[in-house]
Nanobody, 115 residues
Framework: QVQLVESGGGLVQAGGSLRLSCAAS????????MGWYRQIPGKQRDLVAI???????DYADSVKGRFTISRDNAENTVYLQMNSLKPEDTAVYYC?????????WGQGTQVTVSS
């Protein structure tokens, strides 16, 4: 059973930075893609950033230029560097891994940006 464990969330002031980590229990080469999603209570879970097996990345328009997704293959970890944070970035952030047609999820980590 694949496990994804997120860490790095917390409370930060607007304009600040946080780095989220997602540690996988297996080699991340296993996955077709890994990504970060976020969810606000009562809303759907939205894609924030994705990195596919080739290393290509893509971002939601709302975070382009501010967030960067990366991976450390040796540590089986994917990161989300979040800079210039805004109050509207406040959400629970979830790590996701896709293998064929199956999706694995982490437990989520809360990010709160104060104004």
């Amino acid at each position: 059973q694949v496990q994804l464990v997120e860490s790095g969330g917390g409370l930060v002031q607007a304009g600040g930075s946080l780095r989220l980590s997602c540690a996988a229990s297996t080699s991340i080469f296993t996955f077709n893609a890994m990504g970060w999603y976020r969810q606000i209570p009562g809303k759907q879970r939205d894609l924030v950033a994705i990195i596919i097996s080739s290393g290509s990345t893509d971002y939601a328009d709302s975070v382009k230029g501010r967030f960067t997704i990366s991976r450390d293959n040796a540590e089986n970890t994917v990161y989300l560097q979040m800079n210039s944070l805004k109050p509207e970035d406040t959400a629970v952030y979830y790590c996701n891994a896709k293998y064929r047609n199956y999706y694995y999820w982490g437990q989520g980590t809360q990010v709160t940006v104060s104004s």
